[in-house]
């Protein structure tokens, strides 16, 4: 999770943890890596060096980004070599933007969107979604009355096929799989959202993946 590339990604209705591209790989820290994946200290009586990294926001901190602010508080990063710093989004900032341009390291957005920045040419890459679908089952239904619980089910049961299957066990729960990605570019292609097809499979990573 120490910034070698960056990326960016996530899905209509899916957020994905971003980061971009660099050209080379990341500074040594110093640290040697044991076989639990926790970084161990090169000479005795040293601190541990950490990397330091930034995470945008997709917006204001919120309860889908929680699981970001718990492994911070309870020092996860620190133990894989990084000291990562939070910072909230909001209307005026563009993690996109921030990540592309090598003042952040990681940021939070959409896989549709990473599919717009590539075709103008901003090398952004999806590193795992940290939601699958979104939940907003109960605001759907507060402006669509006629909505009902089992055509809201009955959605989230036509993803199923994307977000539980053979090659998403085989990566980890944060995976997307390309049928996924092609589903979202199909859906961008249809709505004039993409100008042409593009290469998916650049657009995301399985690099950062704990695999199960």
Same mark, same amino acid.
């Given at each position: ?5 960056? %990326? ?7 957020? %994905? ?106 090398? %952004? ?10 939940? %907003? ?76």
């Amino acid at each position: 999770m120490i910034r070698p590339k960056m %990326v960016l990604l996530a899905l209509i209705a899916v957020t %994905v943890l971003i980061s971009g591209c660099s050209s080379g790989p990341p500074a040594s820290t110093g640290n040697v890596p044991s076989p639990d994946g926790k970084n161990q200290q090169t000479d005795a009586g040293k601190e541990p060096v950490l990397q330091k990294a930034r995470l945008i926001e997709g917006w204001y901190a919120k309860g889908e980004d929680g699981g970001y602010f718990s492994a911070l508080q309870q020092g996860y990063y620190k133990e894989l070599g990084v000291d990562l710093t939070i910072q909230p989004g909001g209307p005026q900032i563009s993690g996109m933007q921030l990540v592309a341009s090598g003042k952040a390291d990681f940021g939070i957005s959409y896989a549709d969107d990473i599919l717009r920045a590539r075709e103008e040419g901003i090398p %952004v890459v999806g590193l795992l979604a940290s939601f699958q679908h979104t939940r %907003v089952n109960p605001f759907i239904q507060t402006y669509n009355k006629d909505m009902t619980v089992e055509a809201m089910n009955y959605e989230a049961e036509q993803q199923k096929e994307f977000i539980l299957n053979e090659e998403t066990k085989a990566n980890g729960i944060g995976y997307m799989t390309m049928e996924r990605w092609n589903a979202v570019q199909d859906q961008l292609l249809e709505i004039k959202g993409l100008k042409e097809k593009q290469d998916v499979s650049k657009a995301f990573t399985t690099e950062f993946l704990k695999k199960p």
